[in-house]
């Protein structure tokens, strides 16, 4: 019998700006040591090309990513562009044209030393949330009306839909293994809350093994802080999600760890990236911290099919935080670069 020949994962890397570019080679670098067969395909999209071209991502470039099988992303922003339309048309392009509708942000505490918290007994943090990345307050609907006087309007549109709130609330069913936790502010938002409630009633009703628990944003933003073991699984709406992944990762020690997908479970497209944008505050010294694109990374081959290199990749990651082996966000003294290097050695040891 002909053996079928091995496909290699075409991925298309996207660093984009600031801490971006720092940060995406050095998770490229890991994934090299980790055997990874995968074909890198780096792409001109940034700051740089906007500012030459006005197209945030040239047409030839869109088709391309299309049809990658994933993309590595690090960040957008630059203070030379509107940050609004750039954003729109990058990331957020990607996000809705590709209908990467799924928003995974997991949150682990890798060593005891970077948490926040005071308390030994409520350290034991691995949540994942889960959150809506196509509708919301994203959509850019709305508008300024009497626009730059006294009288000035200013509509944002908060877009929710039958399917969007069905299909995001079943991904959530499915990743967990105990209890989804559901977050709205329905008192409210009435409107959007209903339709969230109405959905988070019935697709639980198909999920009977799995328990279910629902929070205002309010008293959920209160809960992580106050006992984050609690959480197995988060879902809830685009803003939302945006605002307690923030809070999460300081949890875990701090913007340079967190990692994050963005997947359509479906079509099985991906774009995985850190959820730190360009840092420009710290970007360009070589000191940004890479764990974040490195952790991306790891969903990402996981999200490919290769769960054991992922779980390398996690190990690697870990080990080197408990040794101390990372930025200075951590408590360490390496560079980026350097910490790169200190979780590649231990995938190739
Ligand atoms: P952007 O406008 O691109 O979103 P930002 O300033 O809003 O940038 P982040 O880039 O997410 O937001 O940075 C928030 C904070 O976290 C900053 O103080 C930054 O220095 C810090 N930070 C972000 N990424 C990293 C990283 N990779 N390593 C260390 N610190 C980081």
Redesign the pocket.
Known sequence: MRRKPHLRNHIAVLPC???GKE?VPEAIKVLSAAGAELEFQDYDVNADQYLRSGQPIPAAVWSDLQKADAILFG???DPRVD?AAYLAGVLLRLRFELDLYVNLRPAKLYDDRLSPLRREDRRKIDLLIVRENTEGLYVGMGGRFKKGTEQEVAVQEDLNTYLGVTRILDYAFQAAKGEVVMVDKANAMTYAGALWQQQWKAVAKKHPKIKTRHLYVDAAAMQLVRDPTQFEVIVTGNLFGDILS?LTAELIG???IAPSGNINPESKRGLFE?????????AGRG???????ILSASMMVRHLGHNEMANAIEGAVESAIRAGEC?R?LGGSLSTHEVGDAVAKRLKD
Do not use: E, K, L
């Open positions: 700006d600031g801490a940060v960040a957008v922003g940050d923030d701090g913007m340079g850190p959820v730190h944008g360009t840092a420009p505050d710290i000191v940004v911290n890479p764990i974040g694109a930025t966000d």
